[in-house]
């Protein structure tokens, strides 16, 4: 005989739908499930697996950070000569999260991207340069595989509350709560390890 397992209250770990109640989130997340459903597309299983978390898992990716990562032009050994691929689709940038601007970036390249939302400087830009920038569902429409896309996604450690956990990003020592207007010298506010 087998064990009886109280399973009652017992939760999965993996979200089935987002907590937000924003009907255009809602309604992405009913396109991708049908999308995922029906195509054997791993893009659309990840894209709805992305639509399902939270804020801080989403974090924001920058103009800087989208030109950086497109793919560069492959230059031949012989003479110099550059070969550049000229697919009949264009690449698209895929960002399920924010877009936002660098003003330190000064020349944005050609970029076609799609994000949940763009800040008004960063979308202003991207128009400017002679790309486009466009929401899920016109992605949807365009390319319901995600052929010819390539899917990005920031740092998720970037956080300023992530500067104070211990052994994350690399640190042995984190980054101390100091009260705000606390008194700054050797006595006040330091802790074992930051005594630089």
Do not use: W
């Amino acid at each position: 005989m087998g064990i009886d397992l109280d399973h009652k209250h017992r939760k999965s770990g993996r979200r089935k739908n987002p907590e937000s109640n924003d009907p255009y989130l809602r309604l992405l997340v009913k396109l991708y499930k049908f999308l995922s459903r029906r195509t054997t597309s791993q893009f659309n299983t990840i894209v709805l697996r992305r639509l399902f978390m939270a804020r801080r898992h989403r974090p924001p990716v920058s103009l800087s950070s989208l030109s950086r990562k497109t793919p560069k032009p492959v230059s031949t050994p012989k003479g110099g000569e550059v070969a550049i691929k000229s697919p009949k689709k264009e690449l698209i940038h895929v960002v399920v999260g924010t877009v936002t601007d660098d003003e330190r970036f000064l020349k944005i390249p050609k970029l076609n991207v799609c994000a949940l939302r763009f800040t008004k400087t960063a979308k202003a830009r991207i128009v400017k340069s002679g790309g486009r920038a466009l929401t899920f569902d016109q992605l949807a429409l365009e390319r319901p595989t995600g052929t010819n896309t390539l899917l990005l996604q920031g740092r998720r450690n970037n956080r300023e509350a992530c500067r104070h956990f211990h052994g994350l990003r690399g640190r042995l020592s984190a980054v101390p709560y100091v009260r705000k207007g606390a008194k700054s010298g050797r006595k006040f506010e330091r802790t074992k390890h930051r005594r630089k």
